[in-house]
């Protein structure tokens, strides 16, 4: 039986308690669904595991020897290329969700360092786990589908993948849908305002530092619900 979210809150508690500030040492996959950090922690070597098993999703310290497949699946060998010598920075969830959102700090091609999330949905049949390299997005519309959480000034490009995934989107089984943002005017101020019957929205963006640094705000309002969100991109 899955654990419910207010058994998932210890248990995130103690993790994030005990191995907060932690190396990535080794990544393995030996399940399908199930994946083993080996961390080098402030009280000794331990070993993490995030199972996303319909019968049992869980993330919790593991001693037991687990056989691994000669060849690692693609997803493992894409957990390895951005997390491997990473640093746990906390273990989080999000809202008593039945979801387990793991900050790191790795390394990226350029040698800079970068934040990554990996995220474990525990919910039964639904479980997963996911690498992120921006923000978490758990819920994709408002009202019953009417509303979107995306902000269309603030979407550069979106690409579904129904087969055929790309090797980036290794371990899949349905389907992606990759959101790709703007990249921000780093050289004249503009904007767009909009008001509706329903929905007002205003998007402003422009350098900071020219040609280094911008901002790009949009912000709207849906049946007084607001929603606000804010980018700082430094290239």
Known sequence: ??????????????????????????????????????????????????????????????????????????????????????????????????????????????????????????????????????VPVYNVDHLLGFFSVFTPEAVKKVTLFKSSFPARFGGRLSSVIDVRTNDGDMKNYHGVVSVGLLTSKINFEGPIIKNRLFVHRPAGQTLHAQRREIQLLLF
Request: some cysteine; hydrophobic content about 40%; aromatic content about 2%.
């Open 1 to 134: 039986m899955p654990l419910d979210a207010l058994c998932l809150s210890g248990l995130v508690h103690e993790l994030n308690g005990a191995l907060s500030g932690a190396r990535i040492d080794k990544i393995y996959q030996p399940g399908r669904d199930e994946v083993v950090l080996a961390l080098r922690a402030p009280g000794g070597n331990v070993k993490l595991l995030l199972s996303a098993n319909p019968n049992h999703p869980r993330p919790q310290l593991t001693q037991l020897p687990r056989e691994n497949p000669d060849a690692p699946p693609m997803f493992c060998m894409l957990l390895r290329k951005h997390l491997s010598g990473g640093r746990i920075l906390s273990i989080a969830q999000p809202h008593l969700e039945r979801v387990v959102e793991i900050r790191l700090e790795a390394l990226d091609e350029l040698g800079d360092r970068v934040e990554r999330r990996l995220v474990l949905e525990a919910m039964g049949r639904h479980s997963n786990l996911i690498l992120l390299d921006g």
